[in-house]
């Protein structure tokens, strides 16, 4: 069973930048699919980001292009998320997922802007 354990998470104000991190128990090299999903109080789930760690391809969501960068090191079993421009609109829990098709998640870490 792939574990995830995500980190990085705080609380900044508007325009600053956070990076989050997301260690995997597993080799992420052959996994299909990894990237970051959120969840913001009274606001549907949104895929924020993902990652292809074997071929490096990325997927973005509109309201953080530009801004939000997604990379991984296979070494190290981990992806990370750098955020920066940070808007108060991305205040959110963040999930690491990661599986065949996303299928495990993190426990989540909390992103504030104010």
């Known amino acids: 069973h792939v574990q995830l354990v995500e980190s990085g998470g705080g609380s900044v104000q508007a325009g600053r930048s956070l990076r989050l991190s997301c260690a995997s128990s597993?080799?992420?090299?052959?996994?299909?699919?990894m990237g970051w999903v959120r969840q913001a109080p009274g606001k549907e789930r949104e895929g924020v980001a993902a990652?292809?760690?074997?071929?490096?391809?990325?997927y973005y969501a509109d309201s953080v292009k530009g801004r939000f960068t997604i990379s991984r090191d296979n070494t190290k079993n981990t992806v990370y998320l750098q955020m920066n421009s940070l808007k108060s609109e991305d205040t959110a829990l963040y999930y690491c997922?990661?599986?065949?098709?996303?299928?495990?998640w993190g426990q989540g870490t909390q992103v504030t802007v104010s």
């Open positions: 990652i292809s760690p074997g071929s490096g391809g990325t």
């Open positions: 597993g080799s992420i090299v052959s996994t299909m699919c």
């Open positions: 997922v990661a599986g065949a098709s996303c299928e495990h």
